[in-house]
């Protein structure tokens, strides 16, 4: 599977963003916020004429941009192959769980009061409530990525801030396991209200231990489902 012009959709808006003379940070910026978005599918190769046609950037910036979030382990380079989106492990599912739960947790213990990006963060769950009254469970997704990105952000810090971009950008390649993800997403729509509402009492300790046990559940749920994966191949393979 090549990702060619007609999959990167929007990218000519993000044109802006950029420029001729900009930094490949800044495309990988770019990229980064449409694989959170989840645009860009785990095992899909990516077409540096199209993607540096779209972004109206050079071949060598877009390279390094790659270079820039291959480190970032969102992308791979395969010798003779070209450039793919990466395909998290399980192992990786684990990792990025066991981070999460030290950051967003240690973020919201620290809430003594109504926090003054309450209402930035309202505003995500808002936008995934709408997102699943209409049936648009990829917009669910974006939405709990950026709720969630928001708690961290309580954190105050901004390396913490990068960290979790990064993190929840390589989270959402890991959210294309759930071959269901209406099933997947829509249940933890009542526990952000929940969280939210300990995060407007200013109830830092209950916001963490209701997150602590969402992670936990999610964490569990896309660990079962790699495994599930893992049985049906095995399964295709005896068959053959």
Request: aromatic share 6%; net charge negative; charged share 30%.
């Amino acid at each position: 599977m090549v990702i060619e012009d007609s999959d990167v959709p929007g990218l000519e808006a993000d044109r802006g963003l950029v420029s001729r003379k900009s930094t490949a940070e800044r495309v990988a910026g770019v990229l980064r916020k449409r694989i959170a978005e989840g645009f860009f599918l785990p095992g899909g190769r990516l077409s540096e004429q199209d993607i540096g046609n779209a972004l109206g950037v050079s071949r060598n910036t877009l390279r390094e941009a790659f270079r820039l979030l291959t480190h970032e382990r969102l992308l791979a380079h395969e010798l003779n192959r070209g450039v793919f989106v990466r395909i998290p492990s399980v192992e990786d599912v684990v990792d990025i769980y066991r981070v999460r739960k030290i950051i967003e947790c240690a973020a919201v213990r620290g809430v003594t009061a109504k926090p003054a990006s309450f209402a930035r963060i309202k505003e995500k769950v808002d936008i995934g409530d709408e997102a699943a009254r209409t049936g648009n469970w990829k917009d669910l997704g974006t939405a709990n990525v950026w709720f969630h990105q928001e708690l961290a952000a309580l954190s105050g810090s901004e390396r913490v801030n990068e960290l979790v971009g990064r993190l929840t950008a390589e989270l959402r390649l890991v959210f294309h396991i759930m071959a269901e993800p209406r099933r997947f997403h829509e249940r933890y729509l009542p526990r952000n209200h929940e969280i939210l509402d300990r995060i407007e009492a200013g109830d830092g300790p209950g916001a963490e231990q209701l997150l602590m046990k969402y992670l936990e559940d999610a964490e569990d749920q896309l660990v079962s489902a790699y495994a599930d994966r893992a049985e049906a191949a095995r399964a295709a393979v005896a068959a053959e």
